[in-house]
């Protein structure tokens, strides 16, 4: 799978122009999905050096990525300029999201288990459900006790 991920907000607190603090897991979680075979993009507004600092920032926790602000490593930046900046991912990683950005745990299982927002959501609920009814017949299982002296 091709997934873009933005850099600040996503990787590391917005602090730009300046790179913050490494949000919790976020190297971790990139390098499972390297391992896994996935190929990832970083997809960032930084350019040149801001650009640089950034990937380097990347490199030096092992995460090397298949490309950066474009489709592919070899595309020609100069050549294509007058194309949109818009990549064919399958998925996007960027805290911008509806909804905001999960944690890095939950973006793993969400990529590795193929679940959208609604499946997480429905299972959270199911196990809401599931809870209750547990607690419910646990009750009238102890007011039948109750009653049988």
């Not at 050096?49 to 990347?58: G, N, S, V």
């Not at 017949?137 to 049988?148: A, G, H, L, N």
Request: glycine share 6%; proline share 3%.
């Amino acid at each position: 799978m091709i997934i873009a991920v933005d850099f600040d907000g996503t990787i590391v607190e917005h602090r730009y122009p300046k790179i913050g603090e490494e949000r919790p897991f976020a190297t971790d979680t990139l390098k499972m999905l390297i391992k896994d075979k996935h190929q990832l993009i970083l997809w960032t507004v930084r350019e040149g050096e801001l650009l640089d600092e950034a990937i380097e920032w990347c490199r030096k926790r092992g995460v090397e990525f298949w490309a950066t602000n474009r489709d592919y490593p070899e595309e020609d930046r100069e050549k294509n300029q007058h194309f949109s900046r818009k990549l064919k991912a399958d998925m996007f990683i960027d805290d911008r999201n509806i909804g905001g950005l999960p944690d890095w745990g939950t973006i793993y299982q969400m990529i590795t288990q193929r679940k959208t927002w609604d499946d997480l959501f429905n299972e959270v609920e199911s196990g809401r459900m599931h809870m209750s009814t547990h607690r419910h017949s646990k009750e009238k299982e102890k007011k039948k006790r109750w009653w049988q002296f």
